[in-house]
């Protein structure tokens, strides 16, 4: 079973910066093979596509967050990181990990981001 761990949630001031990782862990499981993707779910709101990066390295960003946040693979193997910059209240919500492979999906429990001054 691949498990997936969210860290580098917090407070941040409109305009700061947050670095979020995704931890991947499980016996005989890589990151390498899936798409992973990065989500956020705002109080009564719907979950959405923030960021996402494939097995090949292609990425993929949601309007509201290109030029402010960039998703990578770590040099350690399963991490994938999402840098936010010039964070804005708008982006306060609780950030989760998703790990794709065909149908096969994977969960993180989420971190939470609040964006406040």
């Known amino acids: 079973q691949l498990q997936l761990v969210e860290s580098g949630g917090g407070l941040v001031q409109p305009g700061g910066s947050l670095r979020l990782s995704c931890a991947a862990s499980g016996s005989g499981f890589t990151l390498d093979y899936y798409a992973v993707g990065w989500f956020r779910q705002a109080p009564g709101k719907q979950r959405e596509l923030v960021a996402s990066?494939?097995?090949?390295?292609?990425?993929n960003y949601a309007d509201s967050v290109k030029g402010r946040f960039t998703i990578s693979k770590g040099n350690a193997k399963n991490t994938v990181y999402l840098q936010m910059n010039s964070l804005k209240p708008g982006d306060t919500a609780v950030y989760y990990c998703n790990a794709a492979l065909f149908s096969i999906n994977y969960w993180g429990r989420g971190t939470q981001v609040i964006v406040s001054s």
């Open positions: 990066i494939t097995s090949g390295g292609s990425t």
